[in-house]
Nanobody
Framework: QVQLVESGGGLVQAGGSLRLSCAAS????????MGWYRQAPGKQRELVAT???????NYTDSAKGRFTISRDNGKNTVALQMNSLKPEDSAVYYC???????????WGQGTQVTVSS
């Protein structure tokens, strides 16, 4: 089993920055993709950014140039640095770990990000 614990959400004014962190524990394995998704009220959960075990990244278009994902494979942690935040970035952000072997998805409990205009 895998457990994900997130931290770092909060309230920030437009143009500000926040850093989200996620620590994974348990049987994570080595071939995994870690990343962040978000879900705003009334909308579907969407990918924000992911990073593979070999450092390959994937960002949603709205995050490119503003958000940066980073990982520490040795510590099984992933972080999301969010700059130039906009009100439309407001959502619950979820940490995700995807195990390639077995195609298993694990989710954190979510952390609220609110950007005021």
């Amino acid at each position: 089993q895998v457990q994900l614990v997130e931290s770092g959400g909060g309230l920030v004014q437009a143009g500000g920055s926040l850093r989200l962190s996620c620590a994974a524990s348990g049987s994570t394995g080595s071939s995994i993709v870690m990343g962040w998704y978000r879900q705003a009220p009334g909308k579907q959960r969407e990918l924000v950014a992911t990073m593979s075990s070999i450092g390959r990244t994937n960002y949603t278009d709205s995050a490119k140039g503003r958000f940066t994902i980073s990982r520490d494979n040795g510590k099984n942690t992933v972080a999301l640095q969010m700059n130039s935040l906009k009100p439309e970035d407001s959502a619950v952000y979820y940490c995700n770990l995807y195990k390639v072997v077995g195609a298993l998805d694990y989710w954190g409990q979510g952390t609220q990000v609110t950007v005021s205009s």
